[in-house]
Nanobody, 115 residues
């Protein structure tokens, strides 16, 4: 069982920045990939960014160049640095990991970007 706890969400004006953090209850060293998803009202949950064990990362086209994902294997945490935020980034952001055939989600953290 893996517990994921997100933090760092909040209300920010367009153009501002936020840093989300996801703390895992166990070592993330052997997690092949961890990711951040988001879900806006009335929309499907979508992948925002993911980072592999080897350090490579992928991003949704809508956040490429604005968001940056990182992982700290010693702190068992994954972070999402979000810059140049837009109202369209407003959503609940979730941390995610697939481990031993099971998908784990955090409880989510709300990000609201005002125009």
């Amino acid at each position: 069982q893996v517990q994921l706890v997100e933090s760092g969400g909040g209300l920010v004006q367009a153009g501002g920045s936020l840093r989300l953090s996801c703390a895992a209850s166990t070592s993330i060293f052997n997690f092949n990939q961890m990711g951040w998803y988001r879900q806006a009202p009335g929309k499907q949950r979508e992948l925002v960014a993911a980072i592999r064990k080897i350090g490579s990362s992928i991003y949704a086209d809508s956040v490429q160049g604005r968001f940056s994902i990182s992982r700290d294997n010693f702190k068992n945490a994954v972070a999402l640095q979000m810059n140049s935020l837009e109202p369209e980034d407003t959503a609940v952001y979730y941390c995610n990991v697939d481990y031993r055939g099971t998908t784990f989600w955090g409880q989510g953290t709300q990000v609201t970007v005002s125009s």
